[in-house]
């Protein structure tokens, strides 16, 4: 994110201007939030290619937590309008992967601090625009993916990443998502996926050519960043929080290892989002850890 950033080699790639920022209407009153994010190699690989971010954004981005290093100057804000929640898992040997994970989650911060358009206080208008632009963001990471590739002469391994994508506005949160990282909402006894995974296995059984439960092909990924794809096909949520309600976005070496009935009961009962996060990591890693693993999570 600009000539400073210490991060992986690609921050020379410049953003397409995508949209002017709007005036800005009177924000509601923003609402408590207690954010945190981990990320752990597991127990199989010798190397992590996920990557995550939490960001308040204002006229600065306020890096609350991340995987990523970011310049001191993105890090101050005079008072945050909305806040980031983002994951992706990325894929490809020899680094790829992890290239394309802090591509995507880099691009994502740097239309929100150049080129997102945004309100305070969104119309109905204004909401439909922003899950818009969200997934015009990630054809852009598409994009700027191919050419970071090209450039670093890795683009025969056809790095690709999952990325989901939460952004809060209270009381609403905004997603975009391509790719089986997923995003839950719990409120109460009841946990709920918001994001769908992009995957044969879930296709097939959506079609009803296979009975409900994992099945072989669900490591088979149809819509990511990346990949070899001649595009990507965002996902785009918009829904209404409530005070009590948590979020958690991750990848799925959470997922793959920890059932969503285990998941709703650490997210009901820890008493903070960081207690959250080292539970369910644990858990995936006495499950078996064979995929990284990365767990963000918000609490209202």
Same mark, same amino acid.
């Given at each position: 994110?600009?000539?400073?950033?210490?991060?992986?080699?690609?921050?020379?790639?410049?953003?397409?201007?995508?949209?002017?920022?709007?005036?800005?209407?009177?924000?509601?009153?923003?609402?408590?939030?207690?954010?945190?994010?981990?990320?752990?190699?597991?127990?199989?690989?010798?190397?992590?290619?996920?990557?995550?971010?939490?960001?308040?954004?204002?006229?600065?981005?306020?890096?609350?937590?991340?995987?990523?290093?970011?310049?001191?100057?993105?890090?101050?804000?005079?008072?945050?309008?909305?806040?980031? %929640?983002?994951?992706?898992?990325?894929?490809?040997?020899?680094?790829?992967?992890?290239?394309?994970?802090?591509?995507?989650?880099?691009?994502?911060?740097?239309?929100?601090?150049?080129?997102?358009?945004?309100?305070?206080?969104?119309?109905?208008?204004?909401?439909?625009?922003?899950?818009?632009?969200?997934?015009?963001? %990630?054809?852009?990471?598409?994009?700027?993916?191919?050419?970071?590739?090209?450039?670093?002469?890795?683009?025969?391994?056809?790095?690709?990443?999952?990325?989901?994508?939460?952004?809060?506005?209270?009381?609403?949160?905004?997603?975009?998502?391509?790719?089986?990282?997923?995003?839950?909402?719990?409120?109460?006894?009841?946990?709920?996926?918001?994001?769908?995974?992009?995957?044969?296995?879930?296709?097939?059984?959506?079609?009803?050519?296979?009975?409900?439960?994992?099945?072989?092909?669900?490591?088979?990924?149809?819509?990511?960043?990346?990949?070899?794809?001649?595009?990507?096909?965002?996902?785009?949520?918009?829904?209404?929080?409530?005070?009590?309600?948590?979020?958690?976005?991750?990848?799925?070496?959470?997922?793959?290892?920890?059932?969503?009935?285990?998941? %709703?009961?650490?997210?009901?009962?820890?008493?903070?989002?960081?207690?959250?996060?080292?539970?369910?990591?644990?858990?995936?890693?006495?499950?078996?850890? %064979?995929?990284?693993?990365?767990?963000?999570?918000?609490?209202?």
């Amino acid at each position: 994110m600009g000539d400073d950033w210490n991060g992986p080699d690609f921050a020379d790639e410049t953003l397409p201007v995508l949209r002017p920022r709007r005036a800005e209407r009177k924000a509601p009153e923003a609402h408590p939030m207690d954010i945190a994010g981990q990320t752990d190699v597991g127990c199989a690989r010798d190397h992590n290619e996920d990557t995550f971010l939490i960001a308040d954004l204002g006229r600065w981005l306020e890096i609350r937590d991340g995987s990523l290093s970011m310049p001191e100057a993105q890090r101050r804000i005079p008072g945050p309008k909305g806040t980031f %929640l983002m994951v992706a898992d990325g894929m490809g040997g020899h680094g790829g992967g992890e290239v394309a994970s802090a591509v995507a989650v880099d691009m994502i911060a740097q239309f929100a601090l150049y080129a997102m358009p945004w309100v305070t206080a969104p119309s109905d208008e204004d909401e439909k625009e922003l899950c818009e632009q969200l997934g015009n963001a %990630l054809s852009q990471c598409q994009s700027r993916l191919e050419k970071v590739a090209a450039r670093k002469e890795i683009d025969q391994l056809n790095p690709g990443t999952t990325l989901t994508v939460g952004y809060v506005l209270w009381p609403k949160l905004y997603v975009s998502h391509a790719g089986d990282s997923r995003l839950y909402l719990q409120r109460g006894d009841r946990l709920v996926q918001i994001t769908r995974d992009h995957t044969v296995g879930q296709a097939l059984r959506e079609s009803g050519a296979i009975p409900a439960g994992p099945s072989r092909f669900d490591h088979i990924l149809v819509n990511v960043v990346g990949g070899g794809g001649e595009r990507v096909d965002a996902e785009a949520h918009a829904l209404t929080l409530e005070p009590g309600d948590r979020v958690l976005l991750c990848s799925d070496g959470l997922n793959g290892h920890v059932a969503d009935a285990t998941i %709703l009961h650490e997210l009901r009962t820890a008493h903070t989002s960081r207690e959250v996060c080292e539970r369910l990591i644990e858990a995936a890693k006495a499950g078996g850890g %064979l995929d990284n693993i990365t767990v963000v999570v918000a609490s209202f």
